[in-house]
T-cell receptor, first 113, second 111 residues
Framework: EAGVAQSPRYKIIEKRQSVAFWCNPI?????LYWYQQILGQGPKLLIQ????????DSQLPKDRFSAERLKGVDSTLKIQPAKLEDSAVYLC???????????FGQGTRLTVV | GQQLNQSPQSMFIQEGEDVSMNCTSS?????WLWYKQEPGEGPVLLIA?????ELTSNGRLTAQFGITRKDSFLNISASIPSDVGIYFC???????????FGAGTTVTVRA
């Protein structure tokens, strides 16, 4: 079974530029998560989808971050404009449903300079 | 998000020793998950727990879902060099569906 796919693996941008990350979850997984992991910390949930609806986005900085999952499968996370403190690894995870184990992709390492 | 307190923050152990780490939450959880993360990779699921009191093993790993539903522990027996990494607990409560993570326990194994 293919795992969670994320791209790109690495991205370097200047502050105030925009960037987008893509995630393809495990086939059949209804729940999709985006996490931000700053170096030395645990993953912090940004947004959680159930199919194409948002379950929780309370920790998403909505003035600059946006995410969508239009057809309930793939998802994109966008940052516009980026700030230096957005430098982190952005992890996507999926699960069959809520309260069921989640599986992670390899992540996208973003460096904002 | 939920407050998860994971301890210890780091540990240095001799090969062959047992390792124990735990996680406590400020609220009751329906699910406890334990992950391991190595440099440059995403977290990999080790063990999933769904019932209070549940004790589950995966090879040399054993994890338990606390009976209060506010804590969990992970044990690694007879550690080997490839056990090096950062171990995270994660939990979901029944009210807000969020999967929240602890800050991690960094394990270093000395041969």
């Amino acid at each position: 079974e293919a795992g969670v796919a994320q791209s790109p693996r690495y991205k370097i941008i200047e502050k105030r530029q925009s960037v987008a990350f893509w995630c393809n979850p495990i086939s059949g997984h209804a729940t999709l998560y985006w996490y931000q992991q700053i170096l030395g910390q645990g993953p912090k949930l940004l947004i959680q989808f159930q199919n194409n609806g948002v379950v929780d986005d309370s920790q998403l900085p909505k003035d600059r971050f946006s995410a969508e999952r239009l057809k309930g499968v793939d998802s994109t996370l966008k940052i516009q404009p980026a700030k230096l403190e957005d430098s982190a690894v952005y992890l996507c995870a999926s699960s069959l449903g809520t309260w069921i184990e989640a599986f992670f992709g390899q992540g996208t390492r973003l460096t904002v300079v | 998000g939920q407050q998860l307190n994971q301890s210890p923050q780091s540990m240095f152990i001799q090969e062959g020793e047992d390792v124990s780490m735990n996680c406590t939450s400020s609220s009751i959880f329906n699910t406890w998950l334990w992950y391991k993360q190595e440099p440059g990779e995403g977290p990999v699921l080790l063990i999933a727990l769904y019932k209070a009191g549940e004790l589950t093993s995966n090879g040399r790993l054993t994890a338990q879902f606390g009976i209060t539903r506010k804590d969990s522990f992970l044990n690694i027996s007879a550690s080997i060099p490839s056990d090096v990494g950062i171990y995270f607990c994660a939990g979901q409560d029944g009210n807000d569906y969020k999967l929240s993570f602890g800050a991690g326990t960094t394990v270093t194994v000395r041969a």
